[in-house]
């Protein structure tokens, strides 16, 4: 494999340039020295509709899309993109019902609205569990796959691409809220730019393989020659139907992971938590749009190499170590055969969506500790200086921890964007029910809550480690909520078992709240629900693609 070249670094230090240049002028416009924790973790009332949809995309696009993603599309096509696409369907619902009840509430926060809305064990737990998830699943496997592929296109060492990536997020983060938001929109643009770089050569190279020209005919030639990979919808007893069971990627668990990450995650909703509505509103809006681009970036070029593959191409580059096709090559593979220059601006494009994340979380990880945790329960008195200076603190230790742990997390045996998944979707569903009977029903008290995020977690794992082995569930293969999985025991696909935990919360904290019903109820009233005419029409519009985009590929 041929690796970077002069060109290619030169290309990738304007970038790091621009983004660091850009990230310090903004810090030293603040008054650093002076600076607040609202500042520092919000950037209150400072980040711009375009600032907060570009920073939105930023902190969501990392390397378990440009890798997992893209070997997600080479191992079973387009149907991986349903989560980009019911994203976009999903931000509308939280920019026009969620964002509303935040605001009016004062709630900056995910812990404080769990505070409010319950008490403080509820939000502490929370809080705790947040801080694990944040650290141990996604701060590591954004920071391991990202090194991955940084180190497999420039030939540099594992270990030290690591620490670049960590030291490069922790120079943004440091700067607080604002500069991350900021410097967002310049990662979103090399993003955005490099990573169609790569799409268009990708698809440019099937139609020279089969003796042709352009974009467009190798585009076709993909629908011809990998027809398999462009259904949407998988029927039962497809290979990947365990990944993606049928019809609850439209009316099922994909409503649950996308509602509990974009509206009930302090990594994504801070972004937003600092801007008047309208402007909230407009940001998702657009990190919406951009959403239905994301799957042309990171999936396409993954059937592109697929087809490719199959063509004879990538025949070696596509094995690991053990000699078995490692699907997350594909990507990288791909990278290695772009021309000098180009390659050095998709690399940035794949640094930039590392960088973003790694900077977004880490003040999540920043703002939970800081704010729900050391101000509340160690150091009620602490000064507004203080409280940046343990915010900055928490964020190395956070790095530091994420690179001493991701090794040793199995991260490359699952496939990225999979391990993510799959290791959230075990919080996602008791979380996602306390917040949504808390906005919604007066009556939830703390005692329900408490019971969906600890009792959703172990039923969570009673689903997927316990009943397998206490029951033999071949008689719900009929309904295709059971699968046989590669060891011969028949299991509930994950985003089933989400499901299925979520309406158990559900149903415990309702009968929960009829028994005592709670008097802590949020604050809301019809009109905080009403959209501009120009929202409506732009979500309308974002609605409209999607169900085409359904129909086309179903």
Known sequence: MQKLQTLDYTVFFVYFI?????????YKKKHSANISTTDFFLAEGSLTWWAIGSSLIASNISAEQFIGASGDGFAMGLAIATYEWMAAATLIVVAVFFMPIYLK???????????????NTVAMIMAIFWLFLYVLVNLTSILFLGALAVSTISGLNFTACMIGLAVFAVIITLGGMKVIGYTDVIQVFFLILGGLATTYLAVDLVSTQNGTEGILKGFSLMLDQSADHFHMIFHKGDPHYASLPGLTVLIGGMWIVNLNYWGCNQYITQRALGADLKTAREGILFAAFLKLLMPVIVVLPGIAAYTLYQKGLFQKEMLDITGEVNKDHAYPVLLNLLPAGLKGLSFAALTAAVVASL???????????TLDIFKKYISPD???KRLVQVGRITIWVAMLMAILISPFMGIDKKGGFQFIQEMTGLVSPGVFAAFILGFFWKKTNSQGALFAIVGGFLLSLFFKFVLPDLVNLQFLEPTGFAVLNADGVYTIPFLDTMGFVFLICVAVMIFLGLQKP?????????????????????????????????VVFW
């Open 18 to 26: 621009i983004v660091s240049a850009y990230g310090y002028w903004i």
């Open 518 to 550: 709670s008097s802590k109820g949020l604050a809301i009233d019809a009109s905080m629900f009403k959209v501009a005419p120009t929202f409506a029409m732009g979500a309308g519009l974002i609605l409209f693609l999607v169900a085409i985009l359904y």
């Open 359 to 369: 900077a977004g979380k880490a003040n999540s990880i920043s703002t939970i500790f």
């Open 105 to 119: 509430n004062r709630i900056f926060t995910m812990p404080q609205f769990l505070t409010q809305r319950y008490n």
């Open 382 to 384: 602490a000064s507004e």
